[in-house]
C-alpha cells in the first residue's frame, strides 16, 4: 500500500504506544527454547476474572448472500479487574457476514459456536493479564484469536472480520471496565485523542436506516417511506447464477424507483430519496455491476444512487473508482489497514460497525477515513437495542455524509428479532426519546450525549446472569 507506510500504520493502529506487548515470547525449560504464543501485556489494568455466556434470539428469516439466518446469538463477557470492578459487554454474532464459508460449512448453531468460542478464547488468553487501555488489548488478542478461528474451523483463510466479530463483546467489556478505573462518564471523555478529530460530529439527528432482505416487495419498501424513512439498505445481490442474479436486481431497482422515486425528504440537499444498495460480494464482475449502473441511468434512477456497499468480494481487487458512483467497503475493510487499501482501490465511502468490529478498531478506522477525507456511515449486524446504543454513539459523531443533512445509522433490529420489545425492556434508559426512531430518524438531545446513550450503564438483565 504505497500510502500507508510504517509511519501511518504505527499513527492509525496505536501500536507505538503499547507497552509490553511481545507477540512471542520465549522461555527455557531444560536447556530449550520453547515459544509461547500468548501475547504478554503490561498495563495499570489487571484483569482478575472472566466469565461469559450467551442468549440465543429467533429472527424472521433475514435473507443475504444467497442465504438467510434464522437466529442471532448474543454474546456476553464479564471482565474483573483486581480493584473488584466488574464490567459486562455484549455482542451480537453476525456468522453469515462475517464469513460465508463458515456459515455453509456447518449447522447454523454450529456456526455460532465456533464463534463464541472464539470470544471464550480471548476471555481465557486475558485472564491474569494487564492492560492498558483496550486498543492495546485488542491489538494484542486479534493475531491470536484469529490463529485459534482458523485452527477450529480448518479453514487456513477465515476471514479476519469473524475473529473481530468474534471480539465485540470483549472489547466493549474492556472499554467500560477501562472507563470505571479512569471515572470517565461519557463517551465524548472515553475517546483517546488520537481518534477523536474523526468523532468530533454532533448531529442532533441521526437517520435509523431500516434493512429489507432479498426478495422484499416495492409494497413494502414504499410502506417505510410512508412512515418516514428516508433513506433504506436495499440488499440486492439475487440467489441464481450472475445473469439471473442481474435481471432481479434490475427489476428490484425498477420496482423501487417506481414506487418512491418520486418521494421527497428535507434531509438531502436535492431533497430527493437516497438508494443505498448493498449486494454483500455477489457480484463476480465490474462489468455486471456497470450493467446494473446502465439500467439505473436509463430508468432515471441513477442521480439517486448513494452508495452501492461491497458490490464484489473482497478477493476482487479492481479499481472501482471510475463508475460515477459511490461505492462503499464493509466486510473487506477488516483492520485500518484493509481500509487503507480499499480507499487505494477507489472505495470512496466506508460501513463502519463499533458492534461488529470492535470500538478499538472502529476508532482507527474513523480516523482514517477522516485525514483521507473519505465518508462513514454507522452499518448494522442485525444487534440487539443495547449494541444500537453503541452504534448511535458513532454514527452522532462522524461528519455528515455528502449530499445528507443527519448522521447515518442502519439498525434494522425492530424488523428481524421475535423478541424485540422483550430485549429493548432491558435497556437502562428504555423510555427515552432518543431511543426509538421517530418518522425515520433518532432525535439526538443534550440528555442522549449526557448519558452516552446508556451504554456506559449497568443492564440488570445481563448481570443477574453473572450475579453481579
Not at 36 to 53: M, R, W, Y
Not at 135 to 155: H, R
Not at 405 to 422: I, P
Not at 431 to 436: L, M
Request: glycine share 8%; proline share 4%; with cysteine.
Amino acid at each position: 500500500m504505497k500510502d500507508l507506510n510504517r509511519r501511518d500504520f504505527v499513527k492509525y493502529s496505536g501500536m507505538a504506544g503499547a507497552v509490553g506487548l511481545s507477540g512471542v515470547s520465549t522461555v527455557k525449560s531444560s536447556g530449550t527454547e520453547i515459544k509461547n504464543t500468548k501475547p504478554i501485556l503490561t498495563g495499570s489494568i489487571k484483569i482478575k476474572n472472566v466469565n461469559a455466556n450467551f442468549e440465543r434470539e429467533p429472527l424472521n428469516p433475514y435473507r443475504f448472500k444467497g442465504s438467510a439466518i434464522t437466529e442471532a446469538w448474543q454474546g456476553i463477557s464479564l471482565l474483573e479487574s483486581d480493584s473488584g470492578i466488574k464490567k459486562i459487554g455484549l455482542s451480537t454474532q453476525g456468522v453469515l457476514w462475517s464469513d460465508s464459508k463458515v456459515f455453509a460449512g456447518h449447522s447454523e448453531s454450529a456456526g455460532n459456536a465456533i464463534m463464541y468460542a472464539m470470544s471464550e478464547h480471548a476471555l481465557q488468553i486475558i485472564k491474569g493479564q494487564s492492560f492498558t487501555d483496550p486498543v492495546q488489548l485488542m491489538e494484542s488478542l486479534l493475531p491470536e484469536v484469529w490463529a485459534y478461528g482458523k485452527k477450529i474451523t480448518g479453514n487456513p483463510d477465515l476471514r479476519k472480520t469473524f475473529a473481530l466479530n468474534a471480539m465485540v463483546s470483549v472489547d466493549n467489556a474492556a472499554w467500560l471496565l477501562y472507563a470505571a478505573e479512569n471515572k470517565i462518564k461519557t463517551f465524548d471523555d472515553l475517546i483517546p485523542q488520537a481518534y477523536r478529530a474523526g468523532l468530533s460530529t454532533r448531529h442532533t439527528k441521526v437517520a435509523s436506516i431500516p434493512s429489507f432482505s432479498v426478495g422484499t416487495s416495492a409494497e413494502k419498501i414504499k410502506n417505510a417511506a410512508d412512515e418516514g424513512y428516508f433513506i433504506m439498505k436495499l440488499k440486492t445481490g439475487a440467489p441464481g447464477t450472475q445473469p439471473e442474479m442481474l435481471a432481479k436486481d434490475m427489476a428490484f431497482l425498477t420496482a423501487v424507483h417506481k414506487a418512491i422515486g418520486h418521494y421527497k425528504t428535507p434531509y438531502t440537499l436535492n431533497g430527493k430519496i437516497p438508494y443505498y444498495f448493498d449486494a454483500n460480494g455477489r457480484y463476480e464482475k465490474k462489468e455486471t455491476l456497470l450493467r446494473f449502473l446502465d439500467h439505473a441511468k436509463k430508468i432515471g434512477a441513477f442521480d439517486q444512487l448513494a452508495v452501492i456497499e461491497e458490490p464484489f468480494d473482497e478477493s476482487n481487487e479492481e479499481y472501482v473508482g471510475d463508475m460515477g458512483v459511490r461505492v462503499a467497503s464493509d466486510e473487506s475493510a477488516h483492520t485500518v489497514e484493509d481500509a487503507a487499501k480499499r480507499i487505494e482501490m477507489g472505495y470512496s465511502a466506508i460501513a463502519v460497525k463499533a458492534i461488529a468490529k470492535t470500538l478499538s478498531m472502529t476508532m482507527k478506522i474513523t480516523q482514517l477515513a477522516y485525514e483521507k477525507k473519505v465518508p462513514c456511515f454507522c452499518a448494522d449486524l442485525t444487534v440487539n437495542p443495547i449494541l444500537v446504543e453503541w452504534n448511535k454513539n458513532i454514527a452522532a459523531r462522524l461528519p455528515a455524509f455528502p449530499g445528507m443533512t443527519v448522521g447515518l445509522q442502519e439498525a434494522n433490529g425492530h424488523q428481524y428479532y421475535k423478541n424485540w420489545d422483550k430485549m429493548a425492556s432491558h435497556h437502562p434508559y428504555a423510555n427515552a426519546s432518543w431511543v426509538k426512531a421517530k418518522k425515520g430518524v433518532f432525535e439526538l438531545n443534550d440528555d442522549y450525549y449526557q448519558k452516552s446513550g446508556g451504554i456506559l450503564e449497568p443492564v440488570r438483565h445481563y448481570e443477574e446472569m453473572f450475579n453481579v
